[in-house]
C-alpha cells in the first residue's frame, strides 16, 4: 500500500480533476469507490461588472448612511446647484412657505368678509322690508282708528241731538212751577200737603214716587256704564225730572270731542321750532338727532328713504349731516375739530415790549468736519468724546458766554446723510447759521444740504473754514467750491462772511464771536420776556431715573417751573428746569435751551410748544392732537381706495417681502433719523417695515411685541433690562446693540440683499438644425440634428424655432452621439435629440440652447 493509500484510509477522497473527463466537466470521487462527474458551466464578465469579494466585503463594512445624512447632502447638493448657502437655500425655502401660507391666509380672510358682506346685505334688505310692512300696518291701524272715531262722535252728536229735543218737548208739556214761588232768597217755600213721605221728598229730593214702565225700560239703552259726575247734586233738573238713567250735557260732549282731537293730532298741531344746529366735521347719527332734539328713528328712517342703511351710532359726515338738518327744517352752523388750535400760538407782541435777546446760531457742515469740536473750543468742554466714533449722533443746545459778557446759544447738528430732517429742524429755529468745512477736504454733499436748508429757512450764513492748522489744507479752494452753490464771500464780492478757524488749535475763534455778534446786531433780534412762553423741541428722550425729558429752545416769553405745557401730542406741568450743564433753573428765557421735566410723554422734535392757562384747556389740545394721529395712522394702514389703481397698487404693495424691526433709540430724533434712512433701503420686492420706534431703553412690553411680530429689536444707544433680556432668550427673541448708525444700516441692508431672488440671465451657448425626425416607440419622436454653431449641452434649455417663431420651450430629455449618451456636442457634429414632453418636430426646425445664469442681486 503506497503513502497516499495510507493518508486517506479513513475518512472520504478529496475532489480532483480528472485528466480523462471533457473540459467543461469535475469529476467528483466519494468513499468506497463512487464517482460523479458534474458539469461546470464558465460565465463570461460583463464591462463594468460587480466589484471582487473583497471589494464587497470592504463596502459591505462601511457604516449605513442615515435618513438624516442623506436629506443633508441632498440639500447641498441642491443649494450648489442653485448657486446658494444652505442657510440661505433654507431661508429661501420657509419664506416661499410663509408667502404661500399668507396668501391662503389672505383668501381665506376675503372668503369670510364677502360672506360677511352677503349676510350683512340681506340682514338690511330684510329689516328694511319689515320696516315698509310696519309702517303700512301702522297706516292702516291709524286710518282705522279715525274713521272709527268718526263714526262714534257723528253717532254721539245724533244721540245728544235727539236727547236735547226729547228734553225741550218734555219741558213744555209740565206746568211751569217757577210761577208759583216767591221771588225772595230768603222766603220760605210751601210744601204741599202729601201724606206718607219722607223728610227727603218733602224737601224736593224726590217728586215722582212711581217709577217708569219695565217694559219701556228694557226698550232703552242701559246707561249704568256711562260716568255720572252729578249723581247726588240737588238742582232744578233733579226737582222736575227723574235722573236715574241721565246723560251727559251737550256742552260737556263737545268738550269730551275736542280734547280727542287734541289727543289724536299730537304734536302735529305744535308749531315747528327751528334751531341752530352745531355740526361738527363728523357726528354720530344720535348726536345729531339730540342736537336737533328729533328722534334717532326718524333721523335712520329718512336715512333709509335715502337708500343709506345705517345705525344711530354710525358716524356722518359734515355734507350728509347738512342734508339732515336742512331736511328737518333746521339750520346749520358748521365748525370744524381744527378750531381748539386757534389761540395755541398767539400772535406778535407790539415793538414797545420787546427787549433784546441772545442769537441762536446752528453748526451744520458735512460729518467729521470739526463741527462739536468747534464748539468744544468754544466752550473749553469735551462733548465730542462722548459721542461714538467722534460723530454726533443727535442735537446738542448750549449757551456760551463770552468775554465782554454777550450770550450766543449754538446748536449742534449731525452731519451724517441720515440726519437730513434733524439739520432742517436745526435750520428752522435758528437766527445764523455757521456753514464748517473743513480746508483740507472741501465741500461735500452734507454741506451741499447745509446750505439748501439755510436758504429755505431764509437765514444768514457765516462761513467757518476749519482744520486751517494742517499742513495740506487750502482755504481759498473751499471757498471757490462755495461760488459754484451761490455761496458769494466778502472776499469775492459776496456779502458772507468768511472765517478761518482751527478748533484744535483753538484759533480764530475772536473773529467767528465778533462777527455772529456784528450780525446779531444787523437783525436785531427782539423777544416779550413777560408773557407766557412758546418755542420749539430740540430733542426729546425717556430716561430711565428721569422719566420723559424734552430739550426745548424758548423763543418768546418765560418759561416757569410749574407752567402747563403743551408740546406735539404731549402736555405736563413743568416740575423742573435744567441747563446744559445740569444745573437747576427757576426760568429760563427767550434763546435759552432747556431740559423740561413732567411731561407725559417724549413729544416729537421739531413740534412746538406752548405754556396753556389750564389743564383742561391742555387736556383739549392734546386729545384732538392723538385722535388726529389715530385717524391718519389707520388711513395708512388701510390704504382704502375704490378705484382700479388703488386696488391693484394694494395688491402690488402685498406681494412685497417685508422686514419688520423694532428700534429703541436714545432719542428721539435719532429714532427718526433710523427709520428714515431704513425707509430709503429697499426697493420694490424687499423693504424694512419698522413697527414700533420711541426713546428708552428696551422693556418687556417691547420683547412681547416683537416677539408677536417676528421682529428683532435694534437698540441704538440704549440697554435691555435684566427682565426684558431673560424674556427675550426665553422668547427667541434677538436684540442688537449698536452705537454708530453705519453699522446698523449696513446690516440691514445685508439681510435685506439675502431677501432677495438671485437675477437670472440666459447664456446662449449653440444653435442646431433638425435633419430628420425617427419615431421610437417608447420614447417618443427624436430628432437627429446638425450643431451648426456653439455647443449643445444635455440638460440646458432649448427653444424650438419654426419660421423664425418660438413654438416651444423646455429641456432636453437625451442627447445621444450613435446609440451613446455624451454630455455635449460641438459645433459640425450630428447628434440626436430628445425634448421633455414635446413631439411636434419637423425637418427643417431650428433648436436654440441656452444656460440660465443666476446673479446674486444688490440693493
Request: proline letters at 4%; charged letters at 35%; one cysteine or more.
Amino acid at each position: 500500500m503506497s503513502d497516499s493509500d495510507e493518508r486517506n484510509t479513513s475518512g472520504r477522497k478529496p475532489l480532483s480533476l480528472s485528466g480523462r473527463s471533457s473540459s467543461g466537466t469535475v469529476q467528483q470521487s466519494f468513499a468506497r469507490g463512487r464517482q460523479k462527474a458534474v458539469v461546470v458551466e464558465k460565465k463570461r464578465k460583463r464591462p463594468g461588472a460587480a466589484p471582487a469579494a473583497g471589494a464587497k466585503d470592504a463596502g459591505a463594512a462601511k457604516a449605513p448612511i442615515s435618513d438624516k445624512d442623506k436629506a443633508r447632502a441632498l440639500l447641498a447638493a441642491k443649494a450648489k446647484q442653485l448657486g446658494l448657502s444652505e442657510e440661505e437655500l433654507l431661508r429661501r425655502q420657509a419664506a416661499i412657505q410663509r408667502a404661500k401660507s399668507e396668501a391662503d391666509a389672505r383668501e381665506a380672510k376675503k372668503k369670510a368678509e364677502a360672506e360677511a358682506l352677503k349676510q350683512r346685505e340681506e340682514e338690511d334688505q330684510r329689516r328694511l322690508r319689515e320696516q315698509k310692512e310696519r309702517e303700512e300696518a301702522e297706516r292702516k291701524a291709524a286710518e282705522e282708528a279715525v274713521r272709527r272715531a268718526k263714526e262714534e262722535a257723528e253717532a254721539a252728536q245724533r244721540a245728544a241731538e235727539a236727547e236735547a229735543a226729547a228734553a225741550k218737548e218734555a219741558k213744555a208739556e209740565k206746568p211751569n212751577r217757577k210761577a208759583d214761588k216767591p221771588r225772595g232768597k230768603s222766603a220760605p217755600v210751601e210744601e204741599p200737603p202729601v201724606d206718607n213721605v219722607n223728610m227727603l221728598e218733602a224737601m224736593g229730593g224726590r217728586v215722582k214716587q212711581k217709577r217708569s214702565n219695565p217694559a219701556a225700560e228694557k226698550q232703552q239703552p242701559s246707561r249704568t256704564k256711562e260716568p255720572k259726575r252729578r249723581q247726588g247734586k240737588l238742582t232744578i233738573q233733579n226737582l222736575v225730572e227723574d235722573d236715574s238713567d241721565r246723560q251727559r250735557s251737550l256742552a260737556s260732549m263737545r268738550r269730551a270731542r275736542e280734547r280727542e282731537k287734541q289727543r289724536r293730532a299730537g304734536g302735529a298741531s305744535r308749531e315747528k321750532v327751528s334751531r341752530e344746529v352745531v355740526v361738527p366735521e363728523a357726528i354720530s347719527v344720535q348726536d345729531l338727532a339730540q342736537r336737533m332734539t328729533e328722534r334717532a328713528a326718524d333721523v335712520v328712517k329718512y336715512l333709509m328713504t335715502q337708500g343709506q342703511m345705517m345705525r344711530a351710532t354710525d358716524m356722518l359726515d359734515a355734507d350728509t349731516a347738512e342734508l339732515i338738518v336742512e331736511e328737518f327744517g333746521h339750520t346749520i352752523k358748521r365748525v370744524s375739530e381744527a378750531d381748539v388750535e386757534e389761540g395755541f400760538i398767539e400772535a406778535d407782541d407790539p415793538e414797545d415790549t420787546k427787549v433784546g435777546r441772545p442769537p441762536v446760531v446752528t453748526v451744520m457742515g458735512h460729518v467729521d468736519h470739526g463741527k462739536t469740536s468747534l464748539l468744544d473750543a468754544l466752550r473749553s468742554t469735551d462733548v465730542a468724546a462722548g459721542e461714538a466714533g467722534g460723530i454726533t449722533q443727535h442735537i446738542g443746545a448750549y449757551q456760551v458766554q463770552l468775554k465782554t459778557g454777550a450770550k450766543i446759544t449754538f446748536l449742534d447738528t449731525p452731519g451724517h446723510a441720515a440726519f437730513s430732517s434733524m439739520r432742517s429742524r436745526g435750520a428752522q429755529a435758528t437766527d445764523i447759521v455757521i456753514l464748517v468745512v473743513a480746508a483740507d477736504d472741501g465741500v461735500m454733499p452734507q454741506t451741499i444740504e447745509a446750505i439748501n436748508h439755510a436758504k429755505a429757512a431764509e437765514a444768514p450764513m457765516i462761513v467757518a473754514v476749519n482744520k486751517c492748522d494742517k499742513p495740506d489744507s487750502n482755504p481759498d479752494k473751499v471757498l471757490q467750491e462755495l461760488l459754484q452753490h451761490e455761496v458769494f464771500v466778502e472776499s469775492m464780492g459776496g456779502d458772507t462772511q468768511s472765517i478761518n478757524v482751527s478748533a484744535t488749535k483753538k484759533t480764530g475763534l475772536d473773529e467767528l464771536t465778533e462777527a455772529i455778534s456784528l450780525q446779531a446786531e444787523l437783525l436785531e433780534l427782539k423777544a416779550n420776556p413777560k408773557r407766557s412762553a412758546d418755542g420749539v423741541v430740540i430733542e426729546a428722550q425717556v430716561d430711565k431715573g428721569r422719566g420723559p425729558v424734552a430739550t426745548v429752545l424758548v423763543k418768546r416769553g418765560t418759561l416757569k417751573r410749574g407752567d402747563i405745557v403743551v408740546a406735539g401730542a404731549q402736555w405736563g406741568k413743568v416740575r423742573a428746569l435744567v441747563n446744559e450743564r445740569g444745573q437747576q433753573m427757576k426760568e429760563a428765557g427767550p434763546s435759552l435751551p432747556a431740559e423740561i421735566l413732567g411731561l407725559d410723554g417724549a413729544p416729537e422734535p421739531g413740534e412746538l410748544f406752548a405754556v396753556v392757562e389750564t389743564e383742561a384747556r391742555a387736556r383739549e389740545l392734546v386729545d384732538y392732537r392723538q385722535r388726529l394721529k389715530r385717524d391718519k395712522s389707520a388711513a395708512a394702514r388701510s390704504g382704502g381706495g375704490a378705484s382700479l389703481e388703488q386696488m391693484m397698487a394694494k395688491l402690488k404693495q402685498s406681494e412685497i417681502e417685508e422686514m419688520p424691526l423694532l428700534v429703541k433709540s436714545d432719542v428721539q430724533g435719532s429714532g427718526e433719523a433710523i427709520v428714515g434712512a431704513l425707509e430709503k433701503i429697499g426697493n420694490e420686492e424687499v423693504q424694512a417695515r419698522v413697527i414700533h420706534h420711541a426713546a428708552g431703553g428696551v422693556s418687556e412690553s417691547d420683547v412681547l411685541l416683537a416677539q408677536s411680530s417676528g421682529a428683532p429689536i435694534f437698540a441704538f444707544n440704549v440697554r435691555a433690562n435684566k427682565q426684558a433680556r431673560e424674556l427675550a432668550e426665553k422668547e427667541g427673541v434677538e436684540i442688537r446693540y449698536y452705537s454708530v448708525i453705519y453699522d446698523l444700516i449696513d446690516d440691514v441692508k445685508d439681510t435685506l440683499q439675502g431677501m432677495l431672488a438671485p437675477e437670472k440671465r440666459e447664456n446662449f451657448i449653440g444653435y442646431a438644425e433638425i435633419l430628420e425626425v425617427f419615431n421610437i416607440s417608447k420614447i417618443g419622436k427624436v430628432a437627429g440634428c446638425r450643431v451648426t454653431d456653439g455647443v449643445v449641452k444635455r440638460g440646458c434649455g432649448v427653444r424650438l424655432l419654426r419660421d423664425d417663431t418660438v413654438i416651444h420651450e423646455g429641456e432636453l430629455s437625451t442627447l445621444k452621439r450613435f446609440k451613446d449618451e455624451v454630455p455635449e456636442v460641438r459645433a459640425g457634429t450630428e447628434c440626436g435629440m430628445g425634448f421633455v414632453g414635446y413631439h411636434d418636430l419637423q425637418v427643417g426646425d431650428q433648436i436654440e440652447c441656452f444656460e440660465v445664469q443666476e446673479i446674486e442681486r444688490k440693493l
